[in-house]
């Protein structure tokens, strides 16, 4: 509650999507039908050089809310759940400060509606008192499996409706004596893509050919989950189309957010954040998938730098190229609630709310972002970029003069030097974020998915198939 005289502090909406490619916005793919945020990057600031702390959807997700990384975390790679027959309700961020938490501590009222798929979401996370919730991260958008008043059951909606639905009715029950905070967490653009989406939407693809999307060789790296996306390989279109439809249902899902704040005369307090937890391609780098598309795991910007645009009411407007990561959300948030955010030995990152009020960059030649995934990981100042793995291969890019990433420079002589500066910050900056027994360089991590936590000693041991059928196999 605001005290008399003090400045009303500042509400949230994050509206978070699931492997939508920083290319898959509308004022750089001309074929996509985005109005609504169209409208909103017109009159906010958009953040071009945003990073994801990995790049597949659980552990980035759990940065996003904790301020650290995977290695300090301990979410690996995307979480199988109550899908795998030995699953537990496990809580993953279980006595790690989240956003919520610390927010609701100060008085804030705490919402989600949509994906979590950072543990168990039967029940209401920590700090949330408002919960719609997915049952695992995703599936099909009709009859999708969420959970009501803590019971197991499907939606009968189309689910990026129910999700915004559910983000409505909070809006419009809210406590109006209290800030708040509400994560818009759809689906979306995510697999599947055919039969998914609302025909109408469908449609406004049926007379494009998709320009401004590459149609690349498949690289060698993909032939391991080739025949994941072999149909998309062998014809783009539908699956591009559904892809797109189910971004224009985002769309128009997000215009009935903000023509609620509106409505409400919330606008000139909320700070309204639109994001996605990792990228994505569709083709692109001559492969279809996101980090786990590719063996080994991939780090190429499309897959690791994400769309970002943030509207601060008074804050900057246009575009910024400070080189970002989206662990830095946590304390960035915290911040602009006039909250402190609590000591973490292991944070990474740090508030950008300078940036979100006055554009630009820092400006400083030592900022640098990383990113893992498992025996994997990457780091870059913008200029360069670094891959190491601890089985192989290592890779280097200069993006300044190559940002497509197709000319490795790791074995190059004369960048030797270049690439052990860059190998001794990688060390340094992992060995600051890094907490004890939770360290994802050697696990196992495959990218078909982990199972439990890391304290279990079970995290990302195998693949959910090969899990599958060894309980098969116990139970004959």
């Given at each position: 509650?605001?005290?008399?005289?003090?400045?009303?502090?500042?509400?949230?909406?994050?509206?978070?999507?699931?492997?939508?490619?920083?290319?898959?916005?509308?004022?750089?793919?001309?074929?996509?039908?985005?109005?609504?945020?169209?409208?909103?990057?017109?009159?906010?600031?958009?953040?071009?050089?945003?990073?994801?702390?990995?790049?597949?959807?659980?552990?980035?997700?759990?940065?996003?809310?904790?301020?650290?990384?995977?290695?300090?975390h301990g979410v690996h790679d995307w979480l199988i759940g109550g899908r795998h027959p030995d699953a537990y309700p496990d809580r993953y961020l279980e006595g790690q400060p989240t956003t919520p938490e610390v927010l609701e501590r100060s008085g804030?009222?705490?919402?989600?509606?949509?994906?979590?798929?950072?543990?168990?979401?039967?029940?209401?996370?920590?700090?949330?008192?408002?919960?719609?919730?997915?049952?695992?991260?995703?599936?099909?958008?009709?009859?999708?499996?969420?959970?009501?008043?803590?019971?197991?059951?499907?939606?009968?909606?189309?689910?990026?409706?129910?999700?915004?639905?559910?983000?409505?009715?909070?809006?419009?029950?809210?406590?109006?004596?209290?800030?708040?905070?509400?994560?818009?967490?759809?689906?979306?653009?995510?697999?599947?893509?055919?039969?998914?989406?609302?025909?109408?939407?469908?449609?406004?693809?049926?007379?494009?050919?998709?320009?401004?999307?590459?149609?690349?060789?498949?690289?060698?790296?993909?032939?391991?989950?080739?025949?994941?996306?072999?149909?998309?390989?062998?014809?783009?279109?539908?699956?591009?189309a559904g892809y797109c439809a189910s971004l224009t249902a985002v769309d128009l899902a997000f215009g009935r957010i903000r023509a609620k704040l509106e409505e409400q005369s919330l606008a000139e307090n909320t700070v309204v954040l639109y994001l996605?937890?990792?990228?994505?391609?569709?083709?692109?780098?001559?492969?279809?998938?996101?980090?786990?598309?590719?063996?080994?795991?991939?780090?190429?910007?499309?897959?690791?730098?994400?769309?970002?645009?943030?509207?601060?009411?008074?804050?900057?407007?246009?575009?910024?190229?400070?080189?970002?990561?989206?662990?830095?959300?946590?304390?960035?948030?915290?911040?602009?609630?006039?909250?402190?955010?609590?000591?973490?030995?292991?944070?990474?990152?740090?508030?950008?709310?300078?940036?979100?009020?006055?554009g630009g960059h820092d400006g400083q030649e030592s900022v640098l972002v990383t990113s893992e995934y498992g025996g994997a990981r990457m780091l870059t100042d913008g200029r360069m970029k670094l891959v190491e793995r601890l089985d192989g291969p290592?890779?280097?890019?200069?993006?300044?003069?190559?940002?497509?990433?197709?000319?490795?420079?790791?074995?190059?002589?004369?960048?030797?030097?270049?690439?052990?500066?860059?190998?001794?910050?990688?060390?340094?900056?992992?060995?600051?974020?890094?907490?004890?027994?939770?360290?994802?360089?050697?696990?196992?991590?495959?990218?078909?998915?982990?199972?439990?936590?890391?304290?279990?000693?079970?995290?990302?041991?195998?693949?959910?198939?090969?899990?599958?059928?060894?309980?098969?196999?116990?139970?004959?």
């Open positions: 509650m605001t005290r008399p005289g003090e400045t009303p502090r500042l509400n949230f909406v994050v509206v978070l999507t699931d492997d939508q490619g920083r290319w898959a916005m509308p004022h750089r793919m001309p074929e996509l039908v985005m109005p609504n945020l169209q409208e909103f990057l017109n009159e906010s600031l958009e953040l071009d050089q945003m990073y994801c702390a990995s790049p597949v959807c659980s552990p980035s997700r759990a940065s996003m809310l904790t301020g650290r990384m995977p290695s300090a804030y009222q705490c919402a989600l509606s949509g994906k979590w798929h950072v543990g168990d979401s039967q029940r209401p996370a920590p700090g949330f008192e408002f919960w719609y919730a997915h049952r695992y991260g995703g599936g099909p958008y009709y009859g999708a499996p969420i959970w009501r008043d803590g019971e197991p059951t499907d939606e009968p909606r189309y689910f990026t409706e129910a999700v915004v639905d559910n983000a409505l009715n909070f809006l419009s029950s809210r406590d109006p004596q209290r800030p708040f905070y509400l994560q818009v967490n759809f689906t979306a653009p995510h697999d599947p893509w055919i039969d998914n989406h609302p025909p109408e939407l469908v449609e406004l693809y049926t007379d494009t050919d998709f320009p401004s999307v590459p149609r690349e060789q498949p690289h060698p790296w993909v032939e391991p989950r080739r025949a994941d996306f072999a149909a998309a390989f062998a014809d783009p279109h539908p699956h591009l996605s937890d990792n990228g994505f391609s569709c083709g692109h780098h001559g492969i279809w998938g996101k980090g786990n598309g590719t063996r080994p795991l991939n780090f190429w910007d499309n897959s690791v730098r994400v769309p970002c645009v943030a509207h601060l009411p008074g804050g900057a407007r246009g575009v910024s190229n400070a080189l970002l990561s989206n662990v830095s959300l946590h304390r960035t948030i915290c911040e602009l609630a006039r909250v402190e955010a609590p000591e973490d030995e292991w944070r990474a990152g740090s508030s950008f709310a300078r940036i979100l009020r006055e290592c890779e280097l890019y200069e993006l300044s003069s190559d940002p497509d990433e197709n000319v490795n420079l790791f074995d190059v002589r004369s960048h030797r030097t270049e690439r052990e500066r860059l190998s001794r910050l990688l060390a340094a900056r992992f060995e600051a974020e890094t907490r004890p027994g939770v360290s994802g360089w050697e696990r196992p991590v495959t990218g078909f998915g982990q199972i439990h936590p890391v304290a279990r000693g079970l995290a990302g041991t195998r693949s959910y198939a090969q899990d599958r059928e060894a309980s098969r196999e116990q139970r004959r």
